[in-house]
């Protein structure tokens, strides 16, 4: 079972013991976070319930895990030609959620204490970086030789 629930202005699929960074909370660490804002509710074999807007009788409850600050980003604006540069940043506060159970219409799917990974992105290796510079090379046209003269 899954739904797709609003929280500060974005949509999320979420399912029991998933995690979700939303935009910060007034909440304390370890409090209970419950929104019915459902807009979708998958029930599993076809059973699907769409909102207009939100799905009624439906509601989804997590727990605040953490608060913390995003990734820095840099914001840096140019000008060509004209001496204009500019160079300003951010960093977002969020708040980390697992979600502990899903209810829509008597259906209830509730957290069984295994929490699943946040999707990571994924790291480069050394192996994969040598059979990219092995590609390269490979695939690169040979440069042509010419006569020298003397």
């Known amino acids: 079972m899954y739904a797709i629930i609003e929280c500060g202005n974005h949509q999320f699929k979420v399912e029991p013991d998933t ?24 029930q599993g074999e076809g059973k699907v319930a769409v909102g207009a807007p939100y799905v009624a009788n439906s509601k ?42 899903i209810e829509s219409q008597g259906a209830k799917a509730v957290s069984d204490g295994k929490r699943k990974a946040a999707p990571v992105p994924r790291k480069k290796s050394a192996e994969g970086d040598k059979l990219k510079a092995e590609k390269k090379a490979a695939d690169s046209p040979k440069p042509k030789k010419t006569a020298r003269k003397a």
Do not use: C, P, W
């Not at 910060?24 to 979708?40: P, S």
């Open 60 to 101: 989804v409850t997590a727990r605040v895990v953490e608060h913390y600050r995003g990734k820095k980003i840099v914001v840096f604006k140019m000008k060509r030609r004209k001496n204009y540069k500019r160079t300003r940043g951010h960093r977002s506060e969020l708040t980390r959620l697992v979600i502990e159970s």
């Open 19 to 42: 995690l979700i960074e939303v935009n910060r909370l007034d909440l304390e660490e370890g409090a209970q976070y419950l929104t019915d804002k459902v807009l979708l509710v998958d």
